[in-house]
């Protein structure tokens, strides 16, 4: 690839280019059992994902849940895959070229957007060369997590930084941390939520659920639980809501050990008994609508709120590629390119 030796200044008669990539977390490439175990094992390797020691994980991990969790996972992706492929791809792929498109209207800036998944394709890898090959010689890298955590910021961090071990001259490069008190993000949140409670009423309960990490991680000093706390506050003043019937809840928990709490589907198997009815969720944590909002919250979770006797469960879509949503991702950018 050429990016890891490449040394001449002019590449193909152009000058030195700003360029930007946006970064997601990834996804298999088709919905089933063989992608998804390689998709899986990629991710379930990350140490700043499973901060387990090695030698044990790497056997939990080979040996039990690489043999029994992709075959679920795929029928799971199954359920929410179209014909375009995973909602995840298609709505990060509609936010490179909204990006891109507004960035040249608004700003007058003609520089290349691509998108790099941190696990899957198109690779993080990739994209870098795709930036090279246009001789981009300053990177503004964006990782499309609203609120940092290690486990997804960071790792993203890791992986562009493993890039550039192996190239001999690296790029200016900008890391946006994180974007979760943006004005231009949570303007385009309360946009979101102020259309849906026009077009269904006001619910007795807004839940903003953002996935989960273990509870240790916090401990240890990942500041992501306050963020999303921080993201909940913001949007309750500018909207002006009743912070008693907002709620900040987490979701996507996996194994044994306490994860951040309190958990969404716990918290909405609850709230019928306890007199709420009419629930709406959000996932603000997300900036594209994934498994884990279309099939964990606006199928599963919606069933067990139903089942236990609510009346009303609507689900608010990510932002994904909307038109206020495209508009803040490349304000942000924006504030880093010349």
Same mark, same amino acid.
């Given at each position: ?57 790497? *056997? ?81 890298? *964006? ?196």
């Amino acid at each position: 690839m050429r990016y890891r030796g490449q040394t001449d200044y002019d590449h193909k008669g152009s000058s030195p280019r700003q360029g930007v990539l946006l970064c997601n977390l990834g996804t298999p490439d088709a919905p089933k059992t063989a992608e998804l175990r390689r998709y899986l094992k990629q991710f379930l390797s990350d140490p700043r994902v499973v901060e387990v020691p090695k030698l044990i994980w790497w *056997l939990i991990l080979n040996l039990i849940i690489l043999r029994i969790r992709p075959a679920r996972s795929a029928k799971l992706y199954r359920s929410v895959w179209t014909d375009e492929g995973s909602p995840l791809l298609v709505n990060s792929r509609a936010q490179v070229e909204g990006v891109q498109r507004v960035l040249e209207q608004t700003y007058g800036k003609e520089v290349p957007v691509v998108l790099g998944m941190r696990y899957g394709n198109p690779s993080i890898d990739a994209a870098i060369e795709q930036l090279t090959e246009m001789n981009v010689r300053d990177i503004t890298v *964006l990782p499309l997590y609203p609120q940092y955590s290690g486990a997804t910021t960071g790792s993203t961090f890791d992986a562009v930084a493993d890039v550039f071990k192996c190239t001999r001259w690296v790029p200016q490069l900008q890391f946006v941390g994180g974007y979760h008190q943006s004005v231009e993000f949570i303007d385009a949140l309360c946009g979101s939520i102020e259309r849906h409670i026009a077009a269904h009423g006001q619910p007795d309960k807004l839940v903003m659920s953002y996935h989960g990490t273990p509870q240790r991680y916090l401990t240890n000093g990942d500041p992501y639980h306050c963020m999303c706390h921080q993201t909940t506050r913001l949007v309750v003043e500018r909207m002006n809501l009743d912070k008693d019937r907002v709620m900040t809840t987490f979701q996507s928990r996996f194994g044994r050990e306490p994860w951040l709490q309190p958990y969404t589907d716990e918290t909405l198997e609850a709230m019928p008994e306890q007199g709420v009815k009419h629930v709406a969720v959000i996932c603000p944590g997300f900036s594209s609508d994934c498994l884990e909002t279309i099939e964990e919250i606006n199928m599963e979770a919606r069933e067990s709120f139903l089942d236990a006797g609510g009346e009303q469960f609507h689900y608010i879509s990510c932002l994904n590629d909307s038109e206020e949503h495209i508009d803040a991702l490349a304000a942000i950018v924006n504030k880093y390119l010349d």
